[in-house]
């Protein structure tokens, strides 16, 4: 039976890809890459020759139809995207989801997530957390956005782009407080790599005051708001407790 994999790729230095996923790129009869161009360079690296077709949000619905009949005929296929894995913030939902439905196998085959490696080396809690893709473009609605947040007890992930960093971090400072905790991860497994950590009014301080913390890619993490403590009751119902403490 033919199987669709999924294939992480790498977020930066190209050697965080797996020798399962060069294997697997290697053999199988098509690859689905979000941006043939941009793939064609990993691959061309790798020296791997096998053909491309690109599936994107645009065109993700007609190009399942034929990824679904290749694997009719027998043929496994990888689906790749930019950088990291695949479905992340990046195209392929639709399409696993329908090779899915269509009876297929799909087999993950795991390696670099951008939000993975931010979180493992950050010390923010990393028990639990919720990522939650990128904040809205619009700064009314990402303030608006970020404000509904702001009492979530998990660490909060966010994909950012650098031109929106600086406005994202004074939202973050007006939704938040200034004094909530939150580390801004750039240029994960790259040359200039950078974790700037520290309370929110400090981070946005240090990115306003240097341009070159403005540059590449980032990952946002919000450290989440303290534990209610569930133990606490409404005063009502303290009224009644202690009434009946009284009664015993
Ligand atoms: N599928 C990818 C993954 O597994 O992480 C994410 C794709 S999303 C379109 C691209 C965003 O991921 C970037 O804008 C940035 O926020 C984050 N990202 C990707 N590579 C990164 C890196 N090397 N360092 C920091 N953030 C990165």
Do not use: W
Not at 55 to 84: C, F, M, P, W
Not at 124 to 135: H, I, K, L, Q, Y
Not at 154 to 182: C, N, Q, W
Not at 194 to 220: C, I, M, S, W, Y
């Amino acid at each position: 039976e033919a199987v669709l994999y999924v294939v992480a790729t790498p977020i930066g230095n190209l050697e965080d890809i797996t020798p399962r996923a060069l294997r697997i790129l290697e053999s199988v009869a098509l690859i689905a890459a979000e941006d043939t161009r941009h793939s064609g360079r990993l691959l061309s690296h790798f020296n791997i020759k096998t053909p491309m077709i690109a599936v994107h949000d645009h065109n993700e619905r007609q190009q399942q139809q034929k990824i679904i009949e290749k694997l009719q005929q027998g043929l496994d296929i990888a689906l790749i995207s930019d950088a990291g894995t695949p479905l992340i913030s990046d195209p392929g939902f639709v399409l696993v989801r329908e090779v899915r439905a269509a009876g297929f196998q799909v087999a993950p085959v795991p390696g670099c997530c951008a939000l993975v490696a931010a979180l493992c080396a950050a010390g923010v809690p990393s028990d639990r957390f919720a990522f939650e893709g990128f904040p809205p473009a619009k700064s009314q609605q990402r303030l608006n956005y970020y404000t509904a947040r702001a009492n979530e007890t998990r660490t909060l992930m966010f994909y950012e782009s650098p031109h929106r960093i600086i406005d994202s971090l004074k939202d973050i400072v007006s939704a938040f407080g200034s004094e909530r905790s939150i580390v801004l991860a750039r240029e994960l497994t790259k040359t200039f790599e950078t974790f700037l950590g520290g309370t929110a009014e400090e981070v946005l301080a240090q990115v306003e005051a240097d341009p070159n913390q403005r540059k590449g890619e980032f990952v946002l993490m919000i450290e989440g708001a303290p534990e209610q403590d569930d133990t606490l009751l409404d005063p009502r119902s303290s009224e009644v407790l202690d009434i009946l403490l009284e009664e015993l």
